[in-house]
């Protein structure tokens, strides 16, 4: 069955420091990656996405990602968080339908 | 407007009840999607449509029913809610040959007292 896992369910980050949110894929799922936000009180929005090339993918907001074949993961990072960063992040893989990991709450402190 | 329109925003309803939550886009996407979010467990497929005359169960189904009236519009339909189905229900569309994801609604908050 297609999985896509992520490793934490919470990171708490101070302010300025760097981040990454872990997501590591099924073998089964088809190499399509995704990486979704959700702020509090909203729907999910984009932030990045592999479909292939590159490895590394730069999204918005900052945001970039690595996809790494051999460890299957799709590691989420950015250099130096804000406060604005607190929101709820999900990985997701496959064609469609999408299977979603369970969710990264990532907290900023100031 | 917004791409992908959800209705209700939010919903309370009692145990029992018949009720529908409305989706509608005007994205011109074939495919839409039924999740619903709970803490915890992420985003679970219920149901979704590839297009009109296309319906398919998700990995949650059981207590809910879709229908896909237009290529613009999915409603699902809870006919008998319970508590458990209390959650965050969204509704997405896609489209094939972009490959750039979902465009999600903004959500239903659902209660079911």
């Known amino acids: 069955a297609q999985s896509v896992t992520q490793l934490d369910s919470q990171v708490p980050v101070f302010e300025e420091a760097p981040v990454e949110l872990r997501c590591n894929y099924s073998?089964?799922?088809?190499?399509?990656l995704f990486w979704y936000v959700q702020y509090p009180n909203q729907g999910l929005q984009l932030l990045l996405k592999?479909?292939?090339?590159?490895?590394l993918v730069k999204g918005i907001n900052g945001f970039e990602a690595e996809f790494n074949k051999s460890q299957t993961s799709f590691h989420l990072r950015k250099p130096s968080v804000h406060i604005s960063d607190t929101a709820e992040y999900f990985c997701?893989?496959?064609?469609?339908?999408?299977?979603f990991g369970k969710g990264t709450r990532l907290s900023v402190i100031a | 407007d917004a791409d992908v329109t959800q209705t209700p925003r939010n919903r309370i309803t009692k145990t029992g009840k018949r009720i529908m939550l409305e989706c509608s886009q005007t994205?011109?996407?074939?495919?839409m999607y039924w999740y619903r979010q709970d803490p915890g467990l992420g985003l679970r497929l219920i149901y979704y449509?590839?297009?009109?005359?296309?319906?398919n169960k998700g990995e949650i189904s059981d207590g809910y029913s879709v229908s896909r009236q237009a290529q613009a519009k999915f409603s699902l339909s809870l006919e008998s809610a319970i508590p458990n189905q209390t959650a965050l229900y969204f509704c997405a569309t896609s489209d094939p040959r972009d490959r750039a994801g979902y465009t999600f609604g903004s959500g239903t908050r659902l209660t079911v007292v």
């Open positions: 997701a893989g496959g064609n469609t339908p999408l299977v």
């Open positions: 073998s089964s799922v088809s190499v399509y």
């Open positions: 592999y479909l292939s090339g590159s490895t």
């Open positions: 449509s590839f297009d009109v005359k296309d319906i």
């Open positions: 994205k011109g996407h074939d495919r």
